[in-house]
């Protein structure tokens, strides 16, 4: 008799209820996607009240800080320069047909760092970072580390969860700043070399349009996404089971951050850039 092939898990659909013979390797009901959005708010509310009494371990922050930033540097800016090139191949042609050339710059710094820097960013990051803490988190949870903590009083949150979430929500900014200087030296060389749009022109379209207030509001952004990366990866490695459990764990939470980022960022926009003003 031919075995049926076993169904992988879906982590967007509640657990079936019905008893299976692979239940160890199954997710449980835990495991659900709403579940760990409910803990990761969670968890952000207990990051900020430890950072409010002051309960942060500055060594530990530094470490995660190396961890995210410049160990992730060099795919993000990789990144963030084709795109920058891409872009600027896709909206050049048109402006030139319809004589707006010289407002190329402008649109391309406006979309860039309003939206395609800090985004492009995060998911990198989601993708580097938070799976390999989810999976660290999900090792420690299966060895009984994490219950070793307890038993020397130190409290998870304090050691694992909050450095994580500081060395994101710090490094996030400044790899999107890094990403927008990248992605204009991207589209200037496109616009100057393929479309003989002078650097001077599209600099001085970036400077009309770009306003200091899109600089604010987009660290804002970019701050929120490096917690809900690493608060997403963090309780997905908290709750791992098993050992098979633990790649499953850092796939998962990559997924539902993503996911969760282009839902959060379409709230976002919609509250920071409606009102912004285009002269």
Same mark, same amino acid.
């Given at each position: ?11 967007? +659909? %509640?657990?079936?209820? &019905?008893?299976?013979?692979? *239940? ?22 207990? !990051? ?13 922050? /530094?470490?995660? /800080? ?11 800016? /990789?990144?963030? #320069? ?28 406006? *979309?860039?760092?309003?939206?395609? *820097?800090?985004?492009?960013?995060? *998911? ?9 803490? %989810?999976? &660290?988190?999900?090792?420690? =949870? ?7 903590? =307890? ?13 994580? !979430? ?12 890094? +990403? #927008?200087?990248?992605? @204009?030296?991207?589209? @200037? ?16 379209? $970036?400077?009309?349009?770009? &306003?200091?207030?899109?600089? $604010? ?11 809900? @990366? %690493? ?31 282009? !839902? ?16």
């Amino acid at each position: 008799m031919v075995k049926s092939a076993q169904k992988l898990p879906n982590y967007w +659909s %509640a657990p079936s209820a &019905e008893p299976s013979p692979y *239940a160890e390797e199954q997710f449980t009901r835990s495991k659900s996607c709403a579940y760990h959005l409910l803990l990761g708010l969670f968890l952000g509310g207990q !990051v900020l009240v430890r950072v409010v009494q002051g309960r942060v371990n500055r060594r530990h922050v /530094m470490d995660y /800080m190396v961890a995210a930033g410049p160990q992730s540097l060099p795919p993000v800016l /990789m990144t963030n #320069l084709f795109a920058g090139m891409i872009f600027t191949i896709q909206t050049a042609r048109e402006l030139i047909r319809y004589g707006a050339a010289h407002a190329l710059g402008g649109a391309f710094a406006l *979309a860039f760092c309003r939206e395609l *820097a800090p985004i492009l960013t995060a *998911a990198i990051l989601a993708g580097q970072v938070g799976s390999a803490f %989810a999976a &660290e988190i999900g090792c420690m =949870k299966v060895t009984e580390q994490i219950d070793a903590l =307890k038993m020397l009083r130190t409290d998870p949150v304090d050691y694992l969860v909050v450095p994580r !979430v500081l060395a994101c929500c710090v490094m996030l900014p400044i790899l999107t700043i890094l +990403s #927008l200087v990248v992605g @204009i030296g991207g589209g @200037i060389f496109v616009a100057h070399q393929f479309y003989d749009i002078a650097p001077v022109v599209f600099l001085e379209s $970036v400077r009309s349009l770009l &306003e200091l207030q899109d600089l $604010v509001m987009v660290l804002v952004k970019s701050t929120i996404f490096g917690a809900m @990366i %690493a608060l997403f990866a963090c309780s997905w490695g908290l709750t791992t089971t098993t050992s098979k459990s633990v790649g499953e764990s850092a796939t998962a939470a990559v997924v539902t951050t993503w996911v969760s980022l282009f !839902v959060v960022d379409f709230f976002l926009s919609l509250t920071l850039f409606s009102g912004v003003q285009i002269h």
